[in-house]
């Protein structure tokens, strides 16, 4: 299906004040997320990639013990098991790109 609207996705919350929708190639995860202020992600680490792009708000994220807060425009690239953590100090909207493809996002 080359063709998808994200308002006809289903959403999942991964965490509290993580909601999102999730679309999958053949080898990558889109992670399109709505982050409610005051939510926080709590640290940890997978084997994938990841590539997080602030469209909107502000959120503060530590990646290997390295603290930013991100904002428009900012984007943080996050190696493979890098330990890594967040909160968001405003309402969010972020788009994770994950390679491979996070099979416990579908």
Same mark, same amino acid.
């Given at each position: ?17 993580? =909601?999102?929708?999730?679309?999958? @190639?053949?080898? #990558? ?27 909107s708000g502000e959120f503060e994220m530590t990646v290997n013990g390295e603290? =930013?807060?991100?904002?428009?425009? @900012?984007?943080? #690239?996050v190696p493979s098991d890098a330990v890594h953590s967040g909160r968001a ?18």
């Amino acid at each position: 299906m080359p063709f998808l609207n994200l308002h006809e996705l289903e959403e999942k919350q991964i965490v509290p004040g993580f =909601k999102g929708h999730f679309v999958h @190639s053949e080898n #990558i995860t889109f992670a399109y997320w709505d982050i409610e202020a005051g939510a926080v992600l709590p640290e940890h680490s997978h084997p994938h990639e990841q590539v997080a792009n602030m469209i909107s708000g502000e959120f503060e994220m530590t990646v290997n013990g390295e603290t =930013k807060v991100l904002r428009p425009g @900012s984007v943080a #690239i996050v190696p493979s098991d890098a330990v890594h953590s967040g909160r968001a100090i405003a309402n969010c909207r972020i788009i994770d790109v994950f390679y491979p493809i996070r099979e416990d996002y579908r």
